[in-house]
């Protein structure tokens, strides 16, 4: 099959895929009693977060490290600048509260603790083990609290437990093999340029991973399940550092190439940084404009990075 046949295979895989995520993931939020912002927190952004798992356990154990960690790092400034920006020009995205509170500097102080761990120039396993340690404290105290709230919402599922959890065992599925796809295609075509490793994993390969949250952010946003949108690339970015990199680095030490550190690893701060300052504006939600500035960030990155 050729290059070109994958990108576009795993385009079409990608969006079916995180359509249906979103359907199977509201259900089963309303059938236990968890506010949407919370599914978009922990099941969907799992789900949207494996093809980056799976590349970054196969980048790592093939002695790839710069598409190991660069493709997580690319994901999160594509999934903040591009999928965010995107989606807020659609549709303006209300910010809950318990974001800018918890989440937010969750995923702020994450991304901190990566550059610091980067700055040995490498990850190693029990760097590993203190992010998936952090991991899952995290998502134990995001249920807990979503549980606490659930009061507020209401709740009216209208299909089986098991069919909501077959329709996201299966978009799950599709969304690896689509990432998959997509990726042997970007990656084969931009190889044929003569491209470094680097710049097709914070790039190409980052973009290519960052289609589910996109699809995903979107039709949520076309659905109204606005909490999904923004809830979805948060806890996304948490599970891409502390799951991903987490997993991989416990598996195989990760070499940090410098230019990753120094250069990916700060736009990935200030985009981050970014994304809190247009959050506390006083309507409360991400304008249109603040989806025009987050676009404008992203190819200002891609600028820089081509340059």
């Not at 050729?2 to 509201?26: H, N």
């Not at 927190?41 to 002695?63: D, M, N």
């Not at 506390?280 to 960030?297: F, P, Q, Y």
Request: positive net charge; without cysteine; aromatic residues 10%.
């Amino acid at each position: 099959m050729s290059d070109t046949l994958f990108l576009i295979l795993g385009f079409v895989t990608l969006f079916m895929s995180g359509k249906y995520l979103v359907v199977g993931s509201v259900q089963l939020a309303k059938l236990f009693k968890i506010p949407t912002l919370i599914v978009g927190l922990t099941i969907v952004s799992f789900g949207t977060s494996a093809p980056e798992l799976i590349i970054s356990l196969k980048a790592a154990l093939s002695g790839h490290p710069d598409i190991a960690i660069g493709n997580v790092v690319g994901s999160n400034i594509s999934n903040i600048a591009l999928v965010l920006g995107i989606t807020a020009i659609i549709f303006p995205i209300p910010v809950a509260s318990k974001l800018l509170k918890f989440d937010w500097p969750i995923m702020m102080g994450l991304s901190i603790l990566l550059f610091i761990f980067g700055l040995s120039g490498f990850l190693t396993w029990w760097n590993g083990l203190f992010l998936i340690l952090a991991i899952i404290i995290y998502n134990v105290i995001s249920v807990i609290k979503g549980r606490q709230n659930s009061e507020t919402e209401e709740y009216n599922s209208v299909v089986p437990w098991y069919w909501s959890v077959l329709i996201i065992a299966a978009s799950s599925v599709g969304l690896i093999f689509g990432a998959d796809w997509l990726v042997n295609g970007a990656s084969g075509l931009a190889r044929n340029f003569g491209i470094s490793e680097r710049i097709i994993s914070v790039s190409i390969i980052a973009f290519g991973t960052s289609v589910p949250e996109l699809s995903t952010s979107v039709i949520a946003a076309f659905k109204k399940e606005t909490d999904i949108s923004i809830g979805n690339i948060i806890g996304s970015n948490i599970f891409n550092i502390a799951a991903i990199l987490g997993i991989t680095s416990l598996v195989a030490p990760i070499s940090v190439n410098k230019v990753i550190l120094w250069s990916d690893m700060l736009w990935m701060l200030g985009i981050s940084l970014l994304l809190l300052l247009l959050m506390l504006g006083k309507t409360g939600r991400l304008k249109r404009w603040s989806g025009v500035v987050l676009i404008l960030s992203y190819s200002l990155y891609i600028y820089f990075l081509l340059k």
